[in-house]
């Protein structure tokens, strides 16, 4: 079939699709409702990203993680270790689903995907930081020490978890001697942290006071005494 | 009414439901879609089925151009969409599914785009020649850049690449032909 015709075939036949009613145009409001559609979700999407990467934030402060960073190549191992990583995948599946839903729309143009993800990783995280510092995730973790928490309320809980087995214990300073504090812990479980524990300091450890809450990396050497290799005040 | 309507014209008319400003944009484009689909499906009998698939596409999301960009962009991006489709579907050409040119954008330089028409003109004569031999990727970045002369930002729209990579891609296109034709012929 030469060109010109093969021209006349397409424009006829697509022609008589458009005429007879069996191809027809989308309504403006389809595509308004599609576009109002994307924004929902990918607000709520944006959203589930915040809370989650400043619930990662709030659960490494709470639990005294942090101090980890300042213990060495073997606190930062175990830093790494304990960081809630699936925490971390969620939300990147979360912002490349936001990614795929906004490259869908016209806003992706000429956009590198990089760029638009790095663009909305930075944005969630910023958020994220700024929803730490509201009493948000304090109280919902207290809801869920009561018991009033559903669905997440585990998660919140998992922040309390113990990690003996990695050298990390949490305690209430009790008795002070120059070389070694006495710390006391309670969390309700039976776990190897409970109960009371003499640690022993690594030296340049500063000064304690009895009733300081205390976060302690180190080994067991008898069931009752740490030898810590950092210790930070809450 | 103006006497002879830009192509963003008739297509807001075909929004509000002028079959005629439709058949008049279809006047304009079904000869550039056939020779486009050819560049980039060479060896395809169906091109009409293609380009038909084009045009009803086209009728149905008419309401979601946006009259403020140009027309022609927004036809060759739901070209590219449809004859990417029939390769997928039909040849045993690799398509990479993960491209990482799409994801790391190329720094342009302004200098990188030639602007010499008749230097363009000259190259496309060339192109004619060994373009069926190239990766369909490069096929098509020849053909928008030298046979249907869109600019690289109208080619980055199209192909959805940063405007950087179209110019990276561009010049591996151009070396690739470069070893297809004699010596002789570009120096």
Same mark, same amino acid.
């Given at each position: 079939?030469?060109?010109?015709?093969?021209?006349?075939?397409?424009?006829?036949?697509?022609?008589?699709?458009?005429?007879?009613?069996?191809?027809?145009?989308?309504?403006?409001?389809?595509?308004?409702?599609?576009?109002?559609?994307?924004?929902?979700?990918?607000?709520?999407?944006?959203?589930?990203?915040?809370?989650?990467?400043?619930?990662?934030?709030?659960?490494?402060?709470?639990?005294?993680?942090?101090?980890?960073?300042?213990?060495?190549?073997?606190?930062?191992?175990?830093?790494?270790?304990?960081?809630?990583?699936?925490?971390?995948?969620?939300?990147?599946?979360?912002?490349?689903?936001?990614?795929?839903?906004?490259?869908?729309?016209?806003?992706?143009?000429?956009?590198?995907?990089?760029?638009?993800?790095?663009?909305?990783?930075?944005?969630?995280?910023?958020?994220?930081?700024?929803?730490?510092?509201?009493?948000?995730?304090?109280?919902?973790?207290?809801?869920?020490?009561?018991?009033?928490?559903?669905?997440?309320?585990?998660?919140?809980?998992?922040?309390?978890?113990?990690?003996?087995?990695?050298?990390?214990?949490?305690?209430?300073?009790?008795?002070?001697?120059?070389?070694?504090?006495?710390?006391?812990?309670?969390?309700?479980?039976?776990?190897?942290?409970?109960?009371?524990?003499?640690?022993?300091?690594?030296?340049?450890?500063?000064?304690?006071?009895?009733?300081?809450?205390?976060?302690?990396?180190?080994?067991?050497?008898?069931?009752?005494?740490?030898?810590?290799?950092?210790?930070?005040?809450? | 009414?103006?006497?002879?309507?830009?192509?963003?014209?008739?297509?807001?008319?075909?929004?509000?439901?002028?079959?005629?400003?439709?058949?008049?944009?279809?006047?304009?484009?079904?000869?550039?879609?056939?020779?486009? +689909?050819?560049? %980039?499906?060479?060896?395809?009998? =169906?091109?009409?089925? $293609?380009?038909?698939? @084009?045009?009803?596409?086209? /009728?149905?999301?008419?309401?979601?151009?946006?009259?403020?960009?140009?027309?022609?962009?927004?036809?060759?991006?739901?070209?590219?969409?449809?004859?990417?489709?029939?390769?997928?579907?039909?040849?045993?050409?690799?398509?990479?599914?993960?491209?990482?040119?799409?994801?790391?954008?190329?720094?342009?330089?302004?200098?990188?785009?030639?602007?010499?028409?008749?230097?363009?003109?000259?190259? +496309?004569?060339? %192109?004619?020649?060994?373009?069926? =031999?190239?990766?369909? $990727?490069?096929?098509? @970045?020849?053909?928008?850049? /030298?046979?249907?002369?869109?600019?690289?930002?109208?080619?980055?729209?199209?192909?959805?690449?940063?405007?950087?990579?179209?110019?990276?891609?561009?010049?591996?296109?151009?070396?690739?032909?470069?070893?297809?034709?004699?010596?002789?012929?570009?120096?």
């Amino acid at each position: 079939m030469n060109e010109e015709k093969l021209e006349k075939n397409i424009k006829d036949e697509v022609l008589q699709k458009v005429r007879s009613g069996a191809v027809r145009a989308r309504s403006q409001s389809y595509f308004v409702f599609r576009l109002a559609i994307t924004i929902l979700v990918a607000l709520v999407a944006l959203a589930v990203s915040v809370f989650v990467v400043s619930f990662i934030l709030f659960s490494i402060h709470e639990s005294g993680e942090q101090f980890l960073l300042g213990f060495g190549s073997r606190g930062i191992l175990t830093f790494l270790s304990l960081f809630p990583w699936t925490l971390l995948a969620l939300d990147v599946l979360i912002l490349t689903l936001l990614e795929w839903l906004l490259q869908g729309w016209k806003i992706g143009y000429r956009v590198s995907l990089l760029s638009v993800f790095l663009a909305i990783f930075i944005a969630s995280s910023l958020l994220g930081l700024a929803a730490n510092f509201t009493p948000l995730h304090g109280s919902l973790l207290r809801m869920a020490d009561r018991g009033e928490l559903p669905i997440i309320g585990d998660t919140y809980e998992s922040i309390h978890n113990s990690h003996s087995e990695s050298g990390i214990f949490r305690g209430i300073v009790s008795a002070v001697q120059p070389d070694r504090i006495t710390i006391r812990h309670d969390d309700k479980d039976s776990d190897k942290d409970e109960g009371t524990h003499i640690v022993i300091l690594p030296p340049g450890s500063p000064a304690f006071e009895v009733g300081e809450r205390v976060y302690v990396f180190g080994s067991m050497s008898d069931p009752s005494v740490i030898e810590a290799h950092g210790v930070g005040k809450f | 009414m103006p006497e002879f309507p830009t192509d963003e014209e008739l297509a807001v008319r075909a929004q509000k439901g002028d079959e005629g400003a439709f058949a008049e944009l279809m006047d304009r484009y079904t000869g550039k879609m056939i020779r486009y +689909g050819k560049k %980039l499906l060479p060896y395809e009998d =169906n091109i009409g089925d $293609a380009v038909q698939d @084009i045009f009803i596409t086209v /009728y149905r999301n008419i309401g979601d151009f946006d009259a403020v960009r140009r027309f022609s962009p927004w036809i060759y991006r739901i070209a590219h969409n449809a004859f990417v489709d029939v390769l997928r579907k039909k040849t045993k050409e690799p398509i990479p599914v993960f491209d990482w040119n799409r994801i790391i954008p190329h720094v342009l330089h302004e200098e990188e785009e030639p602007v010499d028409r008749k230097e363009k003109e000259e190259m +496309g004569v060339l %192109l004619n020649k060994e373009i069926k =031999n190239l990766p369909p $990727a490069y096929r098509e @970045i020849i053909d928008l850049y /030298y046979f249907e002369n869109f600019s690289y930002k109208e080619i980055a729209d199209i192909l959805h690449l940063p405007v950087g990579t179209v110019g990276i891609r561009l010049s591996r296109a151009r070396e690739a032909l470069k070893k297809k034709i004699p010596k002789d012929y570009y120096e």
